[in-house]
Each structure stands twice: as structure tokens, then as C-alpha cells.
DNA sequence: AAAAATTTTTAGATTTACCTAAAAATTTAA
DNA sequence: TTAAATTTTTAGGTAAATCTAAAAATTTTT
């Protein structure tokens, strides 16, 4: 059994070595909010409970067991965030940080049931995929929508930024998950990009355009 | 902000002194399930941080502050049980220990949402008030079953004792929140007392029914 | 390949929530 | 009203998770 601090490393490391091959230090420090110096304090206490393997220096990667009980929190996490949004009504932007402590609940009764009472979701509101009871989730293949070209259409399926600033800007400009949209032009003076929706056309920055993440369903 | 341990403290000095005036070091110990020096250490906190006053040697009793606290406790502790019974279809015998964990989770937002989505509930699964979001509940004015005479009847609507045995008895013998009941008769061998159900006869002993709460409607 | 910059670890403390053993206060019994 | 039993507190320590400051290793730049 984990503590909610050690879970909670696990699920960062498990999250950056999604980015990076080599997850330093540093890099769970800043996550963490925390000092490295307590980061190896941890590091060393996880290689010592056989959920991470460390090399001084080297970084540290997952074990499959240390990887297992991260998957298991991002599970929880995710099933929170769909409990949050589709049966209390938050938004989108309002749900990351209680679904931080709920992620931390120990009964694997009460996952199970939550996960059937929501209809054995496939996706959180942010488009990310839930792990099923065994772990098991299939590896999405986004296109980022800063990718794509003048003419290519597709849906919004995600997003890789969670910040509530973020999610709220798109909220407003009526980017949500499911949204049809098709590029209409890209600007040449700041690379700003004109989007087509079913509604409107609107136009996002490179910034915004780089973190909406798209199942693209046909080039031109 | 009170940690997790400091809202368990305080949760259980208020149901201790729903029983008696004063309440004692070696009580709070027991059922916190440490030890007395202990007990006495987080006394002095809580006193520090106004949430308790304590006189030693005397006992302690929540001020104001504190006794907010642990009704809020409270209130979220039979709101998530009725949540996990009537939402997730767990038995009333086993929501204790989850509520007991899913009661520290720290969103205003996310209990009052909750409460809503339940309804508004007046009572949890095992007849208990819940408080409202200002902490106020009318105090039950319950009496136990073993306090009844002979053709009295009413209607079960609590228990006093939490233990899944307990509950699961009841459960067996068809003595559920809500069922109507009269006394039949009480054996002078053994004080146990026969039990006239809709549909059946039963037979509990003394100490079972000093743990059933009635709502009498009608004395004879 | 040195020097400089960055990253990471160690050393030594702190805080929170515990503990055991022993002392002190209070309550109960003789 | 002493003596005995019980309750409560104090003293001194431990373990988990954190911190700061300084040392060590690695990487990047000249
Ligand atoms: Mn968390
Ligand atoms: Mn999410
Ligand atoms: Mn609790
Ligand atoms: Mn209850």
C-alpha cells in the first residue's frame, strides 16, 4: 500500500516519461512543486520498494509494478473527472484539483461501481483515455491542430494543456470536445490560424492551436 | 485548514459528547484506536488553534469553531453514504469505511453539488440526520426499540450501532430502515422481544433491540 | 580539455503524528 | 482519610516528508 505522496510521485514520473525518455530530477521537482532534494529523498525510498529503478544521476523510470499503481491512479482520476462533469455538472475547468484528492480513495469496490454507475466511459472530459480495471487503454493518436493544413478537417478530441485559463478560452470560443472544425487559412504575418466551425469562423492563436488535438477524418 | 487527522479528532469528540457531557482522554483514544499520550498531545494543538477547550485532567469540549468543523465532517461523511448506497448500489453495511476516507476530500463546491444531485437528503442509509449546508438538522427524537411495551408500534428508523455484523443481521432478519413493526411480546425468560412484521414474526434478543431506533406512531 | 553552468545528491534540520515508559493527578475503595 | 486503582500528562524518541545549504557529478561552453 502507497501513500498519497508516493502515489502521487508515481503518477508524475509516470506522466513525464510520456514526454521524455529520461525523467529527471529536476523535471518532478518542479511538477511536485517541491525541491529536488526531497525528490531524492523519494526516489531513493520508491527504488527501495521495487517501483522505480534508479541510477544516481540517471533518472528514473517506472518498474511494472510502479507503473501499474500509476495507471491505477490515472484511472481514478479520470472516472472522478467524468463523475464531476457529467453527474454534479462542473465544467470542464473546475474539476482537476478535487479529482487530485479523489484520485487518492482506496477501495477498489468503489472504483468498480463508480466506473459501471458512468457507463464504463472511454474518455475524461479533457479527451484523455481511462484505463480499464486491468489497466489496459488504447494508445490515442492525436493530431495536434497546429499540424494541420489549409483545408484538413477534423473533430476536437482533446486537448494537452489543463490549465482552467486554457480550457476557459476555449469554453468561450466554442472549441469543446466533439466540435467539428476545418482549417480554413493559417496567417502569414504570426501563423495564427482561421478555423472553420459548423457556426462561425473563428481565428486562434499558434499558441492555442498547439494544444487542441484533433482526430482528423480526411486531408485534402 | 485541519489535516486529515485533526478532522477525525474533532469528528470524534463531537460524537462523544453526543453521549457524554465530558469527554475523556482514554474515550478518544479508543476510538481513535491510539494511544491516551497521544490523545493529549493533539489536545493541545486543537486548544492551540481554538478548535477545543481544555482544562487538563478535565476533559475536553469543542468550541464553536470546532464543533462547525466536525459537523461538516458529519454531513459529508452521511452525504458520500448515501451517495455510495443509493447511487452505487453498496449494502448499508459496507459504506462505513470509504465515507470515512471520501469525508476529508476538501471542495465546498463538490458537497454541495453532491447534496443536490442526492436530492437534499434528510437522512443516510442507516437513519442518521444529515446536516444542512449551514449545520443545522432537527435532533431525532428517536426511541429504542427495546424501550417499547407490549402492542406498541412504529417504524424502524435508525440503529445505533454501525458494526457490518450488526447491520448485516438486521438485513437477514428483514429489520430494514422503514418497515413497520409492533411488539407481540417480550419473553420474561430471557427479555427477548417477538417482533410482528407485515409479513412475518420474529424474535430478537435484548441486546438487538437496544440498537434498533423507532419512530413510534401510537402507543396502546 | 579546462572552465562554467547545470543538475543531482548529501548533510543536517524541522514538522507532524505517532510511540513507550514513567511521573503526576484524580477518582474510587477500604 | 489513607491506600489502591485509574486516568492523564510529561519526557524522550521514532518515522515520514519536507526544507536549506553545501558538496559532488554531469553537461555544456569556451
Ligand atoms: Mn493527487
Ligand atoms: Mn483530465
Ligand atoms: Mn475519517
Ligand atoms: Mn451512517
Redesign the pocket.
Known sequence: M?????E??LKTIYHLAEKTT????????EQ??????????????LAEKGLVD???????TLTEAGKNTAVDIVRKHRLWEVFLVNKLNFKWDEVHDVAEELEHIKSIELIERLDEFLGFPKADPHGDPIPDKNGRFAKTQFIKLIELKIGDSGTITGVSQHSSAFLKHLEKLGLTLGKQIQISDITDFDGSVEIKLSDKQINISREVAKHILISSNGKN
Open positions: 502507497q501513500s498519497y505522496t508516493e502521487n510521485y529520461n525523467v529527471q530530477t529536476n523535471a518532478i521537482a511536485m512543486q517541491t525541491k529536488p532534494a526531497s525528490v531524492t529523498d523519494m526516489i531513493k525510498k534508479y541510477i544516481k544521476y540517471q533518472g528514473v
